[in-house]
């Protein structure tokens, strides 16, 4: 691996090939290199691959023309969520062609990104999970006067995805995944997954479960629906860093995502734009009248009933992990862009306010659901977007 590729997780090669390999209910969007002086961040870091065209069939860059640039220019570096690293390549493409901003978005993990930014290493970071209270005291040493605060920003679901030869569709329910990633159910033909799959072909093979290696938010995001509705078959008390003994483990969603792919037998969780040929999604039993699959629509029935929870200028939100809605996917997440309130660095705000301004735009969330994720509701991207306006 080169050391460009070092810089950026190790995911820069992996992502493009997942994403070339997707399912052809997704369209192709050219996503080339960026004609900016210095493109080289954005070649190391992920900017190399295809992206898809949004659900109207129009190139997400058409909306280019319409980003206000202001005083945006120089470079951006930015570190964190992996599983909004999609819609980031996405969103830089744009707004890099409109405004020759060099962004650098390594997509190393919500643990590393909010670390990154509370050392005062990047302009921004992302992060599948609100910033806690020790992370927003140490935020405020590199925000003069100010701390960081959670933007919400990219929704979507987090797919359990499987690779088990001769079966195609697979309902699991909160229990038996606690128990499958928990290591006490360990084969496919376990009488619990049975029992909700009674006309599947289950073999007889050895379940090989997959998490993340890094600190992540959506192993934080992933737990919280198994503590939420579980809580007598998780017994871990949750957080970015996977606490359950046994399975095997890789970097990234990527990292996931591939290992799941290549492993007869493998089951693991990332997000619904990671899914590929030779993966499946789970669809989960809620309890609701029928088992809900992974989709955009689906997740955004479940955020729509998020909370805000935040205080002040931050917009922290509260899932509903224990949804029965009919049609909402209750294994969700939100990732968050974090960014000082004030104090941020005079040579970097006017790129930050303008990227952000972009991606919580019309234009920018309209691309969302053409790549797998979920837009933010409205009435909570209107106070994003307020939000933004105020940052200094």
């Not at 999609?86 to 060099?102: M, P, R």
């Amino acid at each position: 691996m080169s050391s460009h590729a070092a810089d950026c997780g190790g995911s820069w090669k992996e992502l493009p090939k997942v994403k070339l390999q997707r399912k052809n209910r997704l369209r192709a969007l050219s996503l080339g290199a960026v004609a900016v002086s210095g493109a080289l961040a954005l070649t190391a870091c992920g900017s190399d691959d295809t992206g898809k065209k949004t659900t109207d069939g129009s190139s997400s860059s058409a909306s280019a023309g319409s980003i206000k640039c202001d005083d945006a220019k120089g470079q951006l570096l930015a570190d964190g969520s992996s599983a909004q690293k999609n819609a980031i390549d996405a969103w830089v493409k744009n707004f890099s062609q409109a405004c020759g901003v060099q962004i650098n978005y390594k997509g190393g993990g919500s643990g590393a990104g909010v670390t990154a930014f509370t050392q005062g290493q990047v302009a921004f970071a992302g992060s599948d999970s609100a910033l806690k209270p020790e992370e927003v005291t140490a935020s405020k040493k590199v925000c003069s006067g100010g701390q960081g605060i959670d933007l919400p920003m990219v929704g979507g679901p987090i797919a359990v995805g499987f690779n088990v030869p001769g079966v195609d569709n697979l309902v699991l329910d909160a229990p038996t995944l606690a128990k499958i990633f928990d290591s006490k159910i360990t084969n496919w033909n376990d009488p619990a997954i049975k029992k909700l799959n009674p006309s599947a072909k289950l073999p007889d093979l050895k379940i090989q479960p997959f998490h993340r290696s890094d600190e992540s938010g959506t192993t934080d995001n992933f737990t919280k629906y198994l503590i939420a509705t579980t809580p007598d078959n998780w017994k871990y008390s949750g957080g970015k860093a996977w606490q359950a003994k046994g399975g095997q483990s890789a970097p990234q969603s990527a990292g996931v995502a591939q290992q799941v792919k290549q492993t007869a037998g493998a089951i693991g969780y990332f997000e619904l734009s990671y899914v590929s040929d030779g993966i499946k999604p789970v669809s989960i039993d809620t309890g609701a009248s029928k088992p809900v699959a992974p989709s955009t629509e689906s997740a955004t029935a479940d955020i729509a009933a998020a909370k805000v929870v935040g205080t002040g200028k931050d917009l922290s939100l509260q899932l509903d992990y224990k949804t029965k809605a009919e049609g909402a996917y209750p294994i969700t997440l939100v990732t968050y862009e974090i960014v000082c309130d004030k104090g941020n660095k005079a040579d970097s705000l006017p790129a930050t306010k303008a990227f952000l301004r972009y991606i919580a735009s019309e234009d920018g969330q309209k691309i969302l659901s053409g790549i797998d994720y979920a837009p933010v509701p409205d009435e909570i991207i209107a106070k994003v977007r307020t939000t933004i306006e105020g940052l200094n």
